[in-house]
C-alpha cells in the first residue's frame, strides 16, 4: 500500500475542521490525501455580518468542496450546536439559551435546533451535554449541563436526544464519564477528579446511563484524569474507563469519539508515538481534530495519522480491534442523513424566535 493509502486508513476514524469560509491549500491537501470521514464546522467557517442568503451560499460551496476533495459522498457533517455560549452560527439562526434553562422545552428546543442543523447540512450535533452540574466553580460545563442533580441532568439530556433524533439529527452523549465536578477546563489544562467508580455510579453515569437506554448513537470521552480509577491516562486513553464502565458495564454498543485532541488536556500527549494506538485499543472509534486552538495542528494531524499507520504495520495495534472500530462507524455512516443546505422560512424562524425567548425567561428549577 502507498503512504496515502495507510494515512487514508486513520482518515476513516478522523472528524476534521477546516481553516476558514474557503478550503485553503492545506485543507485540500489534508481532505484529500487524509479523506477524513467527517468535518466539523466553527464559527471561522460561516460568514459573518453579511445576509442570510451570501453567507449561506458561501457555506453551501465551503461543503461541496469539502466533499469533493474528500472524494466522499457520504460524510459526517457535524457541529458543537448546545445553545448558550455554544452557538457557531450567524443569524438568522436561532440563539436558544444554555441547556440549564430549557427544563421542560428540551424535547421542543432539540426538535427546532433539528431544523435548523437540517438546513445546514448537518447530521451529527455534538449535543446533548449528560454532565451534571455538581461544580459551582466549573469553568468549562456550568449551565451548558440540564441540571444540577443526576435525575434532572438525566431528564434534560434525554429530551434534548429524543428530540433530535425525532427530528433526523443524530446526538452524542458528552463528556463520559462526567466533565462537571471539575475546577478546570481541559482546553486549558487536565483536570483532575479523585472519584471512585463507585462515585461515578452514584452521580456522574446516570444521565450517561439513561442515554445509552435510548441507544444514544455516540458518546464523547472527557479529557480528564481519574487517578482512583485509571491512575496513567485520561479517560479518552483508559480501558478501564471506555471498555471496563463504558462498553462492559453500561452496555454502549455505539461510537466512542474522542473530545478534540487539540486540546491542552491532551494535544502534547498525541505528538508522542503510539498514543493514538493507546486511544483505539482503549475504545475511542473516531477522533475529532478541530484545528481551532492549536495552529499547528494540521502537522499534528499528519504525525498521528502516520503513528496510526505505523502502529497497525508493527503490530502495536491490533487489527481486528480497527476492523470493529471501523464497522462501528460504517454503520453509523450508513444511518447519517445527508441533508442538502436550503434556507429556512421567516415564518419557521420567528417560531423558534419565540420559543427561545419563552425559554429564556423561564425559571432554572
Request: hydrophobic share 40%; with cysteine; net charge negative.
Amino acid at each position: 500500500m502507498s503512504v496515502t493509502q495507510h494515512l487514508q486508513g486513520f482518515g476513516h476514524h478522523l472528524i476534521l475542521g477546516v481553516s476558514g469560509t474557503t478550503l485553503s491549500d492545506d485543507d485540500k491537501r489534508a481532505l484529500s490525501e487524509l479523506k477524513p470521514v467527517g468535518v466539523i464546522f466553527f464559527a471561522k467557517n460561516f460568514l459573518d455580518s453579511t445576509a442570510y442568503e451570501i453567507w449561506l451560499q458561501s457555506y453551501r460551496e465551503l461543503i461541496d468542496q469539502i466533499r469533493q476533495y474528500a472524494e466522499r459522498d457520504s460524510m459526517f457533517i457535524t457541529l458543537d450546536h448546545e445553545g448558550g455560549r455554544v452557538v457557531r452560527t450567524p443569524f438568522p439562526i436561532t440563539r436558544f439559551p444554555y441547556a440549564s434553562l430549557l427544563q421542560s422545552r428540551s424535547r421542543q428546543v432539540a426538535k427546532a435546533t433539528a431544523v435548523e442543523l437540517q438546513s445546514l447540512g448537518i447530521n451529527i450535533s455534538w449535543a446533548p451535554v449528560a454532565d451534571i452540574y455538581s461544580h459551582p466553580q466549573n469553568p468549562v460545563i456550568g449551565p451548558r449541563a440540564f441540571g444540577t442533580t443526576p435525575e434532572s441532568a438525566a431528564n434534560g439530556a434525554r429530551e434534548y436526544f429524543l428530540g433530535l433524533q425525532e427530528s433526523g439529527i443524530l446526538g452524542c452523549a458528552k463528556h463520559f464519564p462526567g466533565h462537571g465536578d471539575t475546577s478546570k477546563d481541559s482546553h486549558l489544562e487536565l483536570p483532575v477528579l479523585d472519584l471512585t467508580t463507585e462515585d461515578l455510579r452514584n452521580r456522574e453515569l446516570i444521565p450517561f446511563k439513561t442515554l445509552i437506554e435510548e441507544q444514544v448513537p455516540l458518546v464523547m470521552t472527557a479529557h480528564i484524569l481519574f487517578p482512583k480509577i485509571d491512575p496513567d491516562v485520561p479517560a479518552t486513553l483508559s480501558p478501564r474507563i471506555l471498555q471496563g464502565i463504558l462498553r462492559e458495564e453500561l452496555g454502549f454498543k455505539g461510537v466512542v469519539v474522542s473530545d478534540d485532541l487539540d486540546m491542552k488536556a491532551v494535544s502534547d500527549m498525541f505528538v508522542q508515538k503510539g498514543t493514538v494506538t493507546k486511544a483505539v485499543n482503549a475504545g475511542c472509534d473516531l477522533f475529532i481534530v478541530s484545528r481551532n486552538i492549536n495552529s499547528s495542528s494540521l502537522e499534528r494531524t499528519y504525525y498521528i495519522a502516520q503513528d496510526f499507520a505505523d502502529s497497525l504495520s508493527n503490530g502495536s495495534l491490533d487489527p481486528t480491534v480497527v476492523a470493529a472500530a471501523k464497522d462501528r462507524i460504517d454503520k453509523l455512516l450508513a444511518i447519517a442523513p445527508q441533508y442538502l443546505v436550503h434556507t429556512l422560512d421567516k415564518d419557521t424562524l420567528k417560531e423558534h424566535a419565540e420559543l427561545a425567548i419563552a425559554c429564556s425567561f423561564q425559571e432554572v428549577g
